[in-house]
């Protein structure tokens, strides 16, 4: 398809957006292998290469293969345009939903080229319609077009995957553990329902996503009920306390003793550590609870672990004496459990495993960089290491040489994850996938889940396709956002870096805002010479309100800008209900901000609000006005000709449009400082008052601890 574009098109170019660094160079080095141009012509651009370096690879390359953030980036700081592609692929397009960068690109290249062409490309859309219509709303794709392994046209360059499910069954003394969790569970749910909630929970058995819609409502009940009902307060502890040990529960029967040791250890270290959480004090205190630490503790001392363990190292020591240049990755959920498997798997001279894990920084468990996990992937491949005991990094974005089996440690129960785990053996020859099981547990309940959902999907797309367009973009209601679209001239709003990604700058630009990235030291977007705006979302408002950081920032605003705001982004509810602070204090902080330090506050209900909002705001401030914005917040971050303006800007009287008109005039800074008064005079808009303000402030002498004002 790319070569059709460009043989068509001689003057365009493809962009290729892959997830990951490694995916986009694997894409640029497969168009260098199969396209007929010159390998110049072909580039790959990640957040490695430097902005400016970019925009020329952009400009004289055919074919780019970049990760979306990197094109995200260029895009808003206007060093990249997509006027002139003829085709963008977006690969594993399922990711197109919310605010992921596949959204943003996809906005900007419909707006900037009439003829714009996207491919989306994805082996797991997803199980769910609506998910789908998102993905193919947001990629505005408006033809599905499926292809399967039993497909004339693929089944040639295709490999058969053979399917087989291992089953364990759980000792006798993990039941004992199971029981003491299951009472203090029950408890609990028995608990929430005298409080009047959890009516649909099962004493026997509580799903993590069942017990999180509990909790957020019970937290909103805080500014409603809670006065007149403080058993709120008592049902919150209840579900936090729930969904720990629902987690618990999670770790014994599909991971193991180890893994739930290590649980609970983090448990009694947050304690040790001054931990007054309500919900662990009540865990830590219940005899069940008790009873389940000691067991735990008694079987890891003896070297009691999951049976899985057994079956999996019974696995590829077969594995490797029928075939001992196999290839094999062995998924697992958890970072912790990756650790533990990788120790017992060692312990076995045919087993060569290595532990693969992402980039994060986690408690005790430092990440790999990309460079590690380059170096690991070659020697997997090399020979140095036959198996790799893999968490979900190892599922998309990586660019893994022929693997001969995949096993599963546990189920999970998402299809997209199931089929990108799957994906990873049958490339090159065919291939085996083994998923293991604990009967009667999660396990099983996972895996029906997603094979239900993998099915549902199947039928879903084949549906989609027989009724035609699926995709099709829905007109917006006319809203005010409309109006402002409509404006001739554009505004243009600086954003601090950290904002990037809010959500807030994307939909600033797709309403035709002119955004500027800056590092800003004050204030998160600046709208005018006098306006700025501080923006926070309910919980880190309410954060900044406990360590002071809040009155910090809010006088820095006062000093630098005349009308200063606060914006508060979130649900109200959340206001009172979020953090652990009583209603009085924060109505106080919010009445200290508007009398004492005189900063308006606003409150918008989510990014798209916040974004419509600093929008009218710039309109209201900019039109008719100067357009140029002070930027007189200090250099840190700004670019040569910016920082010149900068120190201009300083000189009496002189704002941002006159602070351009005199360096335009004289050429640099050197030359306005130096200027005469009749020299200044030359310039636009500088009259003899303001001429002599100028002169005076660069001759007079400094003297330390004058107040002399003018």
């Known amino acids: 398809m790319a070569a059709e574009v460009l043989q068509k098109k001689p003057d365009s170019k493809i962009l290729f957006l892959a997830p990951t660094k490694p995916l986009a160079e694997q894409h640029s080095n497969t168009f260098k292998k199969v396209l007929k141009i010159p390998e110049e012509k072909i580039s790959c651009l990640t957040g490695t290469v430097k902005p400016e370096e970019r925009k020329k690879v952009w400009e004289e390359s055919k074919v780019v293969s970049a990760t979306p953030q990197t094109i995200e980036n260029d895009i808003m700081t206007g060093n990249l345009r997509l006027e002139n592609a003829g085709l963008v692929i977006f690969d594993e397009a399922h990711r197109a939903v919310k605010d992921y960068s596949y959204v943003f690109i996809a906005q900007q290249y419909i707006k900037q080229n009439p003829t714009a062409l996207i491919l989306g490309l994805t082996a797991s859309p997803g199980g769910e319609e609506e998910r789908i219509q998102d993905v193919c709303k947001n990629l505005f794709i408006k033809n599905i077009e499926i292809k399967t392994l039993h497909d004339s046209d693929v089944k040639p360059f295709t490999n058969p995957i053979e399917m087989e499910w291992k089953s364990v069954e759980l000792p006798e003394e993990f039941l004992e553990i199971k029981k003491a969790l299951f009472e203090f569970n029950r408890e609990q ?333 004050v204030a998160d977007f600046v709208l005018s010479d006098d306006v700025a705006v501080e923006r926070k979302a309910v919980g880190d408002f309410l954060q900044s309100i406990i360590d002071g950081r809040l009155f910090e920032q809010l006088s820095k605003l006062q000093v630098n800008y005349e009308k200063p705001l606060l914006l508060v982004e979130g649900k109200m509810d959340d206001l009172f209900s979020l953090r652990n602070i009583h209603k009085n204090a924060i109505l106080g902080a919010l009445s200290s901000i508007a009398l004492d330090y005189k900063v308006p506050i606003l409150f918008s209900r989510n990014f798209e609000e916040t974004a419509e909002l600093l929008l009218v705001i710039a309109k209201r401030e900019q039109q008719g006005k100067e357009k140029e914005v002070r930027l007189r917040v200090g250099s840190k971050g700004l670019t040569l000709q910016e920082q010149q303006r900068f120190l201009v800007e300083g000189l009496p009287s002189i704002g941002p449009a006159l602070a351009k008109n005199l360096l335009q005039h004289f050429g640099s800074v050197k030359k306005v400082f130096n200027a005469s008064e009749k020299q200044l005079q030359k310039v636009e808009k500088i009259g003899e008052k303001k001429a002599k303000e100028v002169r005076k402030l660069i001759e007079a002498e400094f003297e330390e601890g004058s107040t002399q004002e003018g």
């Not at 509580?206 to 006065?227: H, N, P, V």
């Open 189 to 521: 749910v028995l608990g929430l329902k005298r409080c009047g909630y959890g009516r649909t929970l099962f004493p026997q058995f509580q799903r993590q996503k069942d017990l999180i819609a509990l909790q957020i409502q019970i937290r909103k009940d805080f500014s409603t009920r809670a006065r007149k009902n403080p058993a709120v307060y008592h049902a919150a502890v209840q579900v936090a306390a729930l969904l720990k040990i629902v987690h618990a529960l999670t770790l014994l029967e599909t991971q193991g003793i180890f893994s739930l040791q290590d649980y609970f250890d983090k448990m009694l270290s947050k304690k040790a550590k001054g931990d007054k959480t309500k919900s662990l004090a009540m865990i830590l205190k219940s005899a069940q609870i008790q009873k389940a630490m000691q067991l735990t503790k008694d079987l890891k001392e003896k070297g009691v672990n999951h049976p899985k363990i057994n079956e999996l190292v019974k696995i590829l020591q077969e594995q490797f004496m029928q075939n001992p240049e196999s290839r094999v990755i062995v998924f697992n959920h958890y970072r912790d459990s990756v650790k533990n498997l990788l120790q017992e798997l060692e312990k076995f001279s045919t087993i060569k495993a290595a532990r693969f894990v992402g980039q994060a920084m986690k408690e005790n468990d430092r990440g790999l960089s990309q460079k590690e996990q380059a170096k690991i992937i070659l020697e997997f491949k090399e020979g140095k290491y036959n198996t790799l005991v893999a968490s979900s990094v190892a599922e998309e974005g990586i660019d893994i040489p022929q693997v001969d089996l995949v096993i599963f440690y546990e189920p999970v129960p998402s299809e997209i994850r199931m089929i990108q785990r799957r994906g990873r053996t049958g490339r090159l020859s065919e291939g085996k996938c083994i998923i293991l099981m604990a009967k009667g547990t999660r396990d099983e309940a996972f895996y029906w889940s997603s094979a239900s959902k993998e099915k549902k999907m199947h039928s879903t797309l084949k549906r989609m396709k027989e009724q035609g367009s699926s995709g099709a973009v829905l007109q917006k209601q006319s809203t005010l956002v409309k109006y402002i679209e409509e404006a001739k001239d554009k505004v243009v709003i600086y954003a601090d870096f950290r904002e990037q990604n809010s959500g807030i700058t994307e939909k600033l630009l797709e309403m035709g805002a002119m955004v500027k990235l800056k590092q800003l030291e």
